[in-house]
């Protein structure tokens, strides 16, 4: 590390500063020309703020046209400009003051290029990070400066990163070792007081106790074949939990919208929370809602806005996957106390190309395992995978069943697999209904005629007594099977669920067992 006397040091901080504020300066000019020649990029580039600009010279002028774009203006032309501005005084002063058109033309028409404008903002990026590295107090060198102008944003993200975790390493390269008794009675006081049991399946009793639920340090992986609903299923049993249990969390969703949640979501408030019926399919046609449907919707949305004061949970779309910048924002979000993360649909990046993606999903996987597992930031993740197409008729369901997947699954610390129960699964009609017989004398009723592939579902009564469940043939139920449990078993016995698809209602029925083929 090299060493400076306090006026040099001084001085140089003052020249690194200048330095900061100029390039900043020119990536915000260049970002700014950008929109002004091409107006239409505010569309594509719409998640640019006043936050990404520090100079407010530049701050103005993208307020000028981001506001304009707002309003519908159809050219942003000199005289439009003056016009918008008209209503905006503030606005129009420091427009006036620092060249106005001329400033908008000179830099538009001469130094900037449309087609570069994503490597201004990486730029910008750049510039600003490093600008808060030094207003926290990091000191930055000259030298240092000189080194990062030729990197990237995310270069330098993972320069800083790598320094970070690697503070201490260099210090020492021996292993700390411990006693197996240390803080043993700290373990068994956890072990008394349930702390080690993790958040609960919403409606799934017997889900949690053999997967001890989703502890923290652990990666829950949940694969399902197209259309089955394993958006769903995380929304109704784990979302839900973190709900019950006030547990902020953060979901990034690259296959569905904001507004799909929006709308799942306000199902299972109306269904689940005020405990009234209201069909999903009912809620997209406004106009044929009866006025008390209309008012719980409404309800159903002051609930929610509840939940947005206690920032309970966050969604994250991700238009293209990259794990680099999931992990980045895991790792944002962890730093702010949240403990609870979901990522659906994880699949391979969007911005990688690799021979073998099943190979570079494993190594995703693995690193995202690496930030949340005890010894490091102790999170629980929830993953949402994408069963073979090939084997949607397949009755038990492996981890073979995802391509790849026995690599990716040695980093979960539970996998699920759900798929339907078929229809030749079901009992021809619902035994319960019969004479009003009990369904363990109508099973063994020499007259009662079985489906071909009909599956037995039972439960427990005390954890001792074994009853059988009817299963509705007219019903939707899912099969769950845990094909990897490092907190228990991997279980022979699949859990049945009862879907009701159209309200947002899952809950536990029992169990069976899927002849393995």
């Known amino acids: 590390m090299e060493n400076y006397t306090t006026q040099d040091t001084t001085s140089e901080l003052e020249r690194v500063q200048q330095k900061l504020y100029d390039n900043k300066n020119i990536s915000e000019s260049y970002i700014v020309g950008c929109l002004y020649k091409d107006p239409d990029l505010m569309l594509d580039y719409d998640n640019l703020t006043l936050e990404d600009f520090r100079i407010n010279k530049w701050k103005v002028y993208f307020e000028i046209i981001k506001g304009m774009k707002n309003e519908k203006f159809e050219h942003i032309d000199e005289l439009e400009i003056n016009l918008y501005l008209e209503k905006h005084l503030k606005l129009k002063e420091v427009y006036d003051n620092t060249g106005g058109w001329e400033t908008i033309q000179l830099l538009a028409n001469e130094y900037v290029n449309p087609d570069n404008i994503e490597s201004y903002i990486d730029n910008n990026n750049k510039w600003e990070a490093l600008y808060r590295k030094m207003e926290s107090g990091q000191y930055i060198s000259e030298k240092q400066l000189a080194s990062f102008t030729d990197l990237t944003y995310d270069q330098i993200y993972d320069y800083f990163d790598y320094c970070n975790n690697n503070a201490f390493v260099k210090a020492s390269n021996n292993l700390k070792g411990y006693d197996l008794a240390d803080n043993i009675d700290e373990t068994i006081q956890k072990l008394f007081n349930d702390e080690m049991v993790g958040l609960p399946y919403y409606n799934m009793p017997f889900l949690t106790q053999l997967t001890n639920g989703c502890s923290l340090g652990d990666i829950t992986g949940l694969g399902a074949p197209t259309g089955v609903g394993k958006s769903t299923f995380m929304r109704n049993v784990y979302i839900t939990s973190l709900i019950n249990y006030g547990e902020p969390a953060v ?202 592939n009909e599956l037995d579902v039972v439960t427990l009564i005390d954890d001792k007594h074994i009853v059988p469940v009817a299963i509705d043939p007219q019903k939707d139920y899912l099969l769950v099977f845990i094909v990897k449990n490092r907190n228990g078993e991997a279980e022979k016995r699949q859990i049945v669920i009862e879907a009701d698809y159209s309200r947002n209602i899952f809950k536990e029925v029992g169990y069976t067992s899927v002849p393995f083929n």
């Open 251 to 452: 979901i990034f969703i690259n296959e569905e919208s904001c507004q799909k949640w929006q709308i799942e979501f306000i199902a299972w408030v109306v269904n689940n929370i005020f405990k009234k019926e209201l069909p999903k399919a009912k809620m997209k046609y406004g106009s044929a809602l009866t006025e008390e449907q209309k008012n719980l919707i409404l309800q159903a949305g002051e609930w929610l806005k509840q939940m947005k004061q206690n920032h309970l949970i966050t969604i994250v779309p991700v238009d293209v996957f990259n794990c680099k910048e999931v992990i980045r924002k895991i790792k944002q979000y962890a730093s702010k106390g949240i403990k609870y993360f979901a990522i659906d649909t994880f699949k391979e990046d969007g911005t990688e190309f690799q021979d073998n993606e099943w190979e570079l999903l494993r190594k995703n996987m693995t690193n995202i395992y690496d930030v949340i597992k005890p010894e490091n930031k102790n999170l629980h993740i929830f993953c949402t995978l994408q069963l073979r197409t090939s084997d949607v008729r397949q009755r038990y369901l492996t981890k073979d069943n995802t391509a790849g997947s026995k690599a990716m699954a040695n980093v979960m610390s539970v996998y699920l697999m759900i798929r339907r129960m078929f229809d030749d699964e079901k009992p021809l009609e619902n035994p319960a209904l019969q004479e009003g017989k009990a369904l363990a004398d109508i099973k063994a009723d020499a007259g009662y005629k079985r489906n071909k």
